[in-house]
């Protein structure tokens, strides 16, 4: 370590150091000295490579995704987007040629079923994690006292690390027939025939299909939605509150007028990661979905997502001789990476428009 | 803690009425309310095991200005924040004595302290804007009160900047952020908040401390033109200022009321040393 130092260009001592001779400061003294005045230049690069990584990495992403799916781009057409049959074509029968592209005959494959099981199962978790993380970060923040709200916090953050696989087997196993035997029927039988309720009625299966997948999802991402909404909300400068507090209000008042609007654009950001986990999420919606590539009738129709057809059909893919049915995997794989990238730039503009007030999360007014 | 009622001074009988003309006298809607709007007794606060202060008895007179003097940590803004309540979730706060708006204690079990905080505002430290817009602003504490609404808060709104002399500069912007106004600007704004639900007392802490001079003398008019409609009680390390502004002056040092007596008396003759010796400005 102590060649750091000879011949480096800095001088001896550094003003207002009064001169001591070099030797006698510390190692770690002397390594700042010598670091100052590269540091500017390696913080300004590391910032630059820093701010490319991510984009690069999208970049790339998307472009390996838009190569391996090109065939199929070509093939599927439009009607990727549009149709319902899922058909990989006889494996052992003829090879067709479409604009040039080899194919197994008989093969058609239109993804809407899974476009839409991917946005339902989606929506159905956003629409339950967002009240129950926020309930729950509010109780935590504000109501509870400390000795109850730190370990709940921390089983909240603990719930995060679980690996899917282990919420997907605990759903297939123990929710979904728990929830087919005792709440479905019940909820199916109770439910007036009305538009959007109409989607409750109706046969309610074995405890896998859209309902299950999307309450599964949900649990997966409240503690995502609900640790990023705690710390929101615990940034939130007492004055205002008490400010509301000194006009009067109540505390849901307060909750309402001052808590929930200050931290509003950070709950969205929230939701967007939420979101993001949901609609990459494989293979717990794989296990609990009942994988039947269709839309489903109802609440509780056996469907499958974007990410969970791809897990379960790779294998059988890879039997595809003329490498259609993995290419078609690559483009339903493009489309959902569009899916969420879309998802985020819409959820940013929505930020954009929240935050009219001018208000950065967290800033101390 | 119920007060005697013949004890309770009236106004007609208070050796320091601002109105002394019988007739007047007979015409005051408040000739039959205590003399004092607010009265603190035998008022001992702390938080845990340390007493902040110690055994206060205060009367503040309808209509006046009080101000609250004291170096800092002499229990001013805790006494300040008692007088609505504003210390009861504060963890470990402990109260003994009472205080009475009037003539009734604030601290029985059956008081609505929603509708206490409403008699009693509020004005804090820096400017607390909520994160809505200027207007809703003006007229959220209304809301929640529902005093008012639809087309009637729009006036509200008015009537309160216009009061606080904010409405030129903002009439054009109701609908923008009150965090882009001047720190001068959103402290007015906070104290048109405060105004619109219609206070009797309202409680000022340090309320011009972050703000500059010009815009302090903007808030001090303000505030004496709210008197006698309004009563007021300021906290202020800004011993000018409590001279100025104030009708009555309360020194506090370390937990206890040093002297309390209005303002020339304590700033011309003091009749505690430890009051002469603040006031002139050699301790705190």
């Known amino acids: 370590m102590t060649t750091i130092g000879t011949g480096a260009p800095t001088p001896a001592t550094l003003p207002g150091r009064g001169g001591r001779p070099a030797g006698r400061h510390s190692i770690t003294q002397r390594a700042a000295r010598i670091l100052r005045g590269r540091e500017e230049p390696a913080w300004r690069a590391a910032a630059r490579i820093a701010s490319i990584v991510p984009l690069g990495a999208l970049a790339f992403t998307l472009t390996v995704l838009a190569v391996k799916a090109w065939p199929a781009i070509r093939v599927n057409g439009a009607h990727f987007l549009t149709g319902t049959d899922w058909r990989p074509g006889s494996a052992y029968g003829a090879v067709v040629r479409t604009h040039g592209v080899a194919h197994p005959a008989g093969s058609s494959y239109g993804a809407w079923a899974l476009i839409a099981g991917t946005l339902q199962t989606s929506a159905i978790a956003i629409v339950i994690a967002v009240p129950v993380s926020v309930g729950a970060a509010f109780a935590l923040t504000e109501r509870l006292p400390g000795w109850l709200a730190r370990p709940l916090g921390l089983a909240i953050e603990t719930l995060a690390g679980i690996p899917s696989v282990i919420v997907g087997l605990w759903g297939a196993l123990t929710l979904g027939p728990f929830l087919a035997q005792h709440v479905y029927p019940f909820v199916a039988g109770h439910v007036p025939d009305v538009p959007v309720l109409r989607y409750f009625r109706g046969p309610t299966g074995h405890g896998e299909g859209l309902l299950t997948s999307g309450i599964v999802l949900a649990l997966m991402i409240v503690p995502i939605i609900a640790s990023t909404a705690r710390d929101l909300f615990a940034q939130v400068p007492p004055l205002p509150k008490e400010g509301a507090q000194a006009l009067g209000m109540t505390d849901a008042e307060v909750a309402r007028w001052v808590t929930l609007p200050w931290v509003r654009s950070g709950l969205v950001g929230a939701t967007i990661l939420g979101l993001g986990r949901a609609l990459g999420e494989t293979i717990a919606v794989a296990m609990v979905s009942g994988s039947v590539i269709a839309i489903a009738p109802n609440m509780y129709g056996n469907m499958t997502t974007i990410a969970a057809t791809i897990v379960s059909q790779l294998d059988s893919a890879a039997t595809d001789g003329t490498g259609f049915a993995t290419a078609t995997l690559a483009e339903a794989g493009l489309v959902l990476a569009i899916i969420s990238v879309v998802v985020n730039v819409l959820a940013r503009r929505v930020i954009a428009r929240s935050s009219r007030l001018g208000l950065p999360v967290g800033s101390a007014a | ?284």
């Open chain 2, 1 to 284: 803690m119920a007060w005697p009622a013949s004890s309770v001074p009236t106004r007609a009988a208070g050796p320091e009425s601002p109105l002394l003309d019988p007739v007047l006298q007979a015409l005051d809607p408040d000739r039959d309310r205590p003399a004092d709007i607010l009265h603190a007794t035998g008022l001992t606060l702390g938080f845990g095991s340390k007493t902040v202060v110690a055994d206060i008895d205060a009367a503040f007179p309808r209509g006046t200005i009080t101000a609250l003097i004291g170096p800092t940590g002499s229990g001013k803004s805790t006494f300040l924040r008692t007088l609505n309540r504003m210390n009861d979730k504060v963890p470990g706060f402990r109260r003994h004595g009472d205080v009475r708006l009037d003539g009734s204690s604030i601290f029985t079990p059956d008081q609505d302290l929603l509708g206490l905080r409403r008699r009693v505002g509020m004005l804090f430290q820096r400017p607390n804007p909520f994160p809505m817009s200027i207007r809703d602003n003006v007229v959220a504490g209304v809301r929640a009160h529902r005093i008012a609404r639809g087309k009637q808060l729009d006036v509200v709104a008015e009537q309160r900047l216009s009061q606080v002399g904010l409405w030129d500069a903002v009439k054009d912007r109701l609908r923008d952020s009150p965090f882009r106004l001047s720190g001068g600007q959103q402290q007015l704004l906070c104290l048109a908040r405060a105004l619109a639900v219609g206070p009797e007392v309202l409680l000022l802490d340090e309320p011009t401390s972050s703000l500059d001079p010009v815009s302090t003398e903007t808030v001090e008019n303000l505030l004496r033109s709210l008197t006698p409609a309004l009563t007021l009680v300021i906290v202020t390390h800004n011993l000018a200022q409590a001279r100025r502004l104030s009708h009555r002056t309360m020194f506090l040092f370390d937990g206890a009321l040093v002297e309390h007596g209005t303002t020339e008396q304590i700033f011309e003759s003091p009749r505690e040393e430890h009051t002469q010796r603040y006031v002139t400005g050699r301790i705190g």
